[in-house]
């Protein structure tokens, strides 16, 4: 994490009250390493609650026709996700936030404990700055917006390999990376500018 990103850190750790930061990007692009960076810089001072959690679950997909084109800002439960961030602004007390298993192809609800004496709370995924599909509330949740951009070269090539880690073929890795992800990824890039700042090397 370079050296400005620290600076906002710690003007933001200073007000004394809690901030929310939001990582956006494409996906493959580097928002969970940026988080994790984040938490290893503050602490027990942070925790990460990612947009994933909010995924609509594979068998709700299936019926409503959307599970081959899971990741579109569509499949994902947004007003219940804005709901979280406004009871994490104001709400006394632990928040439980849900988060999305990879190995489970689900979210699973309550996995994430937010205590109220934590100050920072880091949310990343690709539709923080969307304008529709019930994302629109989001940016204004936000006290900061971080826009995480990788080559695409390199971020379609860690894409595949994620989807390969999980369990895909390599033909049916690259076919997803390079269809409804890149669509998607299209779609993230053109909410860039409202960023707070974009960062080149997450």
Known sequence: MNEELRARLDALLASGQRRIVGIVGAPGAGKSTLAAQVVDAVGTRAVVVPMDGFHLAQTELERIGRADRKGAPDTFDAAGYVALLRRLRTEPGTVYAPEY??????????????????????????YLLLDGDGFAP???????SWFVALPDDIRLARLVARHEAF?????????????PDEANARLVAATAHRADVVVREP
């Open 138 to 144: 989001v940016a204004g949740l936000l006290d900061e």
């Open 167 to 179: 369990g895909k073929s390599p033909e049916a890795a690259r076919a997803w990376s390079h269809g």
């Open 101 to 126: 298993r990879r190995d489970l192809r689900n979210p699973v609800a309550g996995a994430i404990a937010v205590p109220s004496d934590v100050p920072l709370v880091v949310t990343e995924g690709n």
